[in-house]
């Protein structure tokens, strides 16, 4: 497969009947992000704003959002079919990280069509939504890709991390120490140095895929994306430092972030993942020196937030590459028997036991990994009997298969955790006192009790039959002679719903 620039993959969305162009006009403030919450909600097209009020005559007139909104426009993304299933997407994702593909070099490209500095930036300039009605200011940074440079080895990591426009040149960003591009700020911090920052909005929507994702911190996301195409990916210089960002993408924004708290900036109310607003803070600011962009540039923005009936880009995204971390971890772990795993706000882990503890070393191998700062607070085990994409197979073991009064729940207190979690206390997740979030964590084990397993001549557990099992030889006598019975029974649709 090709790498492809965001143009391609707006001329695949419309060719596959998923894209909708919004032509007629539509206003950024509020507009623009109701209109967006309807389609994500309702699980609609990925969506084109072309005419946004305030825009007409600036040099980006247009939008792109929510096409990662759904699995089977994750499966295009990867250059698959729609109905590819999760399971095949993450095995391909976890192959890309074991095995990148460098990128190569090149001298120019589109994104170098126009280049901006000075007086000419005007951050105002890209039609940037509000978000939410209650987010603090234009976030412009939502489903983009920052790239920063280890000062030491040279590695180059690309990570999303929220932004909001602060004025025509500075970006108010959450600047987290355990994040990828917080270890490289500590760095140049220690030197005295500011840190170089690229923000690249719009190109091939892998690199969207894996910018948010848990990729190993010693693997580019540069790589990966290349491993996924199965081409190297064409990166050209900034004009301001040695950074390297896509040639082929829509907007580059190129800047600097100091240390200095008398240069930060209040980042914040903001509407996040959880559905909660996260709290304003003084926080570290890109002060933008170029931006470099195509000709008709189009912003690449996205809604956050998931609740109860309110998607978004985000969780069809993890939904793959999620499972495809805690499969990893699990598996460098040395943690035997995982067969699958199911991502979301509490993560299943489905395994085949056969001694003691097992449970608890799941548990303790993702709670231990640099992917738990954000992910993996409640982790529920079942055995391998359990269907973890059925939700009433999920509650039958929760119900049956766990005793409250014994060691069934862990509770793992005081760990590292997400900074943007509303249940916790505001002091235990201020990242300006303690470096991160402070989680409590919760393991069930919803796997059966060994003590009541036999063995067999390998050693292996076996379990007394259920009650609702049905005898092989009468089932086999049952469907030899169901057409006599005259029973007409309505099509399987599990326990779902």
């Known amino acids: 497969m090709k790498c492809i620039d965001q143009r391609n993959w707006l001329a695949l969305l419309e060719q596959a009947g998923e894209l909708a162009r919004v032509k007629v006009p539509v206003d950024w403030n509020g507009e623009v992000g109701a209109i967006a919450r309807r389609v994500l909600n309702a699980q609609g097209p990925a969506l084109l704003f072309e005419r946004i009020r305030g825009h007409e005559e600036t040099w980006c007139t247009k939008l792109f959002t929510g096409s990662l909104a759904t699995a089977s426009r994750v499966a295009l993304a990867f250059g698959r079919e729609r109905t590819t299933s999760r399971r095949e997407l993450a095995e391909m994702f976890r192959r890309a990280m074991r095995g990148g593909v460098p990128p190569v070099v090149v001298d120019n490209g589109p994104v170098k069509e126009n280049i901006r500095r000075g007086d000419e930036i005007d951050l105002n300039d890209i039609p940037v939504p509000l978000w939410h009605p209650g987010d603090g200011g234009r976030y412009i940074n939502t489903m983009c890709a920052v790239v920063t440079r280890d000062p030491d080895s040279g590695f180059l990591n690309v990570g999303t991390y929220r932004g909001m426009i602060v004025d025509a040149r500075r970006?108010?960003?959450?600047?987290?120490?355990?994040?990828?591009?917080?270890?490289?700020?500590?760095?140049?911090?220690?030197?005295?140095?500011?840190?170089?920052?690229?923000?690249?909005?719009?190109?091939?929507?892998?690199?969207?895929?894996?910018?948010?994702?848990?990729?190993?911190?010693?693997?580019?996301?540069?790589?990966?994306?290349?491993?996924?195409?199965?081409?190297?990916?064409?990166?050209?210089?900034?004009?301001?430092?040695?950074?390297?960002?896509?040639?082929?993408?829509?907007?580059?924004?190129?800047?600097?972030?100091?240390?200095?708290?008398?240069?930060?900036?209040?980042?914040?109310?903001?509407?996040?993942?959880?559905?909660?607003?996260?709290?304003?803070?003084?926080?570290?600011v890109i002060r933008v020196e170029c931006v470099t962009h195509r000709d008709g540039a189009v912003y690449r923005g996205s809604l956050e937030?998931?609740?109860?009936?309110?998607?978004?880009?985000?969780?069809?995204?993890?939904?793959?590459?999620?499972?495809?971390?805690?499969?990893?971890?699990?598996?460098?772990?040395?943690?035997?028997?995982?067969?699958?795993?199911?991502?979301?706000?509490?993560?299943?882990?489905?395994?085949?036991?056969?001694?003691?503890?097992?449970?608890?070393?799941?548990?303790?191998?993702?709670?231990?990994?640099?992917?738990?700062?954000?992910?993996?607070?409640?982790?529920?085990?079942?055995?391998?009997?359990?269907?973890?994409?059925?939700d009433r197979a999920l509650q039958w073991a929760l119900c049956y298969r766990v005793n409250p009064a014994s060691n069934d729940l862990v509770v793992m207190p005081g760990t590292r955790g997400g900074v943007l979690d509303q249940s916790i206390p505001l002091i235990r997740r201020d990242d300006t006192v303690l470096g991160t979030g402070s989680w409590n964590r919760l393991l069930i084990d919803a796997t059966r009790d060994l003590s009541q397993a036999r063995r067999d001549r390998f050693g292996r557990p076996t379990w007394p039959p259920m009650s609702t099992e049905i005898e092989p030889q009468e089932m086999a006598r049952v469907e030899r002679r169901w057409p006599e019975y005259g029973i007409a029974l309505p099509q399987q649709r599990g326990w779902r719903g």
């Open 305 to 390: 937030g998931v609740a109860p009936g309110a998607m978004n880009e985000d969780a069809a995204i993890y939904s793959i590459t999620t499972k495809a971390a805690i499969l990893n971890v699990l598996d460098r772990a040395g943690v035997r028997g995982v067969l699958d795993a199911r991502p979301g706000p509490v993560t299943f882990v489905q395994i085949r036991q056969t001694y003691n503890g097992q449970a608890k070393q799941v548990a303790a191998a993702l709670w231990a990994s640099a992917s738990a700062e954000h992910f993996w607070k409640v982790i529920m085990v079942v055995d391998e009997d359990i269907d973890i994409y059925n």
């Open 171 to 284: 970006i108010s960003v959450l600047l987290l120490i355990g994040a990828g591009w917080g270890g490289h700020f500590v760095k140049y911090a220690e030197r005295g140095e500011e840190m170089p920052v690229a923000v690249v909005y719009g190109w091939d929507p892998l690199l969207d895929v894996c910018a948010g994702s848990q990729v190993p911190h010693d693997v580019s996301e540069y790589d990966v994306v290349g491993a996924l195409r199965g081409e190297p990916a064409r990166l050209v210089k900034c004009e301001t430092s040695e950074l390297l960002v896509p040639a082929d993408a829509e907007i580059v924004v190129e800047g600097f972030i100091s240390d200095d708290p008398k240069t930060f900036a209040m980042e914040g109310p903001f509407g996040e993942y959880s559905g909660y607003y996260g709290e304003p803070r003084p926080r570290p």
